[in-house]
């Protein structure tokens, strides 16, 4: 059975914050792999300014290059929008996966917004990765106000597997400060380079047979 950590996300453009952020949760969590879902349109986040799929998708498969991290365009083959029914059609598709859903400090800070979000914390254990000037507003988030008796001790991150759920877990780390907003206005055609024609077949994507 794989333990598999799920970072969900625009990557627009991928970068090495999320290679970071990856590689911590694998050694913290004791995780096989973690899979960059890439999304085909984030409910929350405008569409001004997002880059064609294609381009975010390509810049997640280099940046993810020499790690166990598999970016996956499975909720734009599963056609779900939300977090919440992707999580639902999941196991049926990988039953012998076990998923913990990663997110920055940032994402719990509006967690509540999410649909469904309490039902994703009944689905899959949380951990969440600190983030620089977002830590205060996610520790007074409603959704944290909520799911404060479910926050479990960091030193017991690789236990999560045998966690009630719902379960939380505060992994802290020295974070990379790159941010793909600073990336975007420092070269706004940043995705030209990766608009090429797609392999016929994704050996990245873990969807694929």
């Known amino acids: 059975m794989k333990r598999i950590g799920l970072l969900g996300g625009s990557f627009n453009p991928a970068h090495n914050g999320h290679r970071r952020i990856s590689l911590h949760a694998i050694r913290a969590l004791d995780l096989d792999e973690v899979w960059w879902m890439v999304s085909p349109g984030n409910p929350l986040k405008p569409q001004k300014g997002m880059a064609p799929f294609e381009a975010r998708m390509a810049s997640a498969r280099a940046m993810a290059r020499h790690a166990p991290i598999r970016p996956t365009a499975i909720e734009k083959r599963l056609r779900t929008r939300y977090t919440v029914d992707t999580l639902t059609k999941l196991p049926r598709i990988h039953p012998k996966h076990r998923f913990i859903w990663l997110m920055g400090a940032d994402n719990l800070a509006q967690f509540h917004q999410w649909k469904g979000w309490r039902r994703i914390a009944r689905q899959v254990p949380i951990a969440v990765i600190a983030r620089p000037g977002y830590e205060g507003d996610a520790l007074a988030s409603p ?67």
Do not use: E, I
Request: aromatic residues 8%; glycine residues 2%.
């Open 143 to 209: 959704a944290m106000s909520w799911l404060r008796r479910s926050v479990r001790p960091a030193g017991q991150a690789k236990n999560w597997t045998r966690w009630r759920l719902p379960a939380l877990v505060l992994l802290r780390f020295r974070p990379d400060p790159t941010s793909a907003t600073s990336l975007r206005a420092a070269d706004p055609a940043w995705h030209r380079r990766y608009l090429s024609p797609p392999p016929s077949h994704d050996r990245a994507d873990p969807s694929c047979p």
